[in-house]
């Protein structure tokens, strides 16, 4: 066998050991963000912690929750991980998956307990992290699940407040519908209407503008 074709042989057995060494030295944090399932159930059947962390503090389940992977949330929170465990900034699995939309993954959580009234370092809670961002699905699950729509951040702003400002007036109008209340404060006196009106969100103030007439 001539050297050019060992060499190529040599690479070809390689490869799958360096890609096999890998995933053995990858974190479990790393794996869920990644997406990589087989690591991620290596990983746990070698004993590796469930709820260990990243730098940050965040969980295998609050990354691959964040970024989208599904298959690896189901598998984490049906082998028993924490679903109120927080990172540094007080951020949950619950408020990544209510701020990214992923309804259905907020109602697995919910049904294992996920707190639903847990705040972050500023104050928000995932109601709140979803209203910002009009997620109207993501809002009636946790409403429905006890969730304040009135509940203020550490600014005293309220989920409409937050979707008036960002110009969301299918969210808007699925909290008043709600209950949520237009005539709310935050710390600097300003309403759901201000905010609104200064992001000059016409659709929205016009909307208001109706309830507060209405008052």
Known sequence: MKRSQVLALLITLLIPLAAYAGNDNKSLPDAAKQGDVGAVKSLLDKGTDINSADGEGSTALILATFW????IVKLLIDKGADVNA???YGRTA?????ETGR???VRWLLAKGADVKAKNREGRTALIEAAARGHVETVQALIDAGADVNVKNNDGRTGLM???YWGHPKMVEALLNKGAKADE???SGYVALDFAKAQGHKEVVEMLNRIV???
């Open 94 to 98: 619950l408020m990544a998956a209510s």
């Open 213 to 215: 007439s209405k008052q």
């Open 162 to 164: 937050l979707a008036s």
């Open 185 to 187: 404060k935050d710390k």
């Open 86 to 88: 927080k990172n540094k």
């Open 68 to 71: 989208g992977r599904p298959d």
């Open 103 to 105: 309804t259905e993954v």
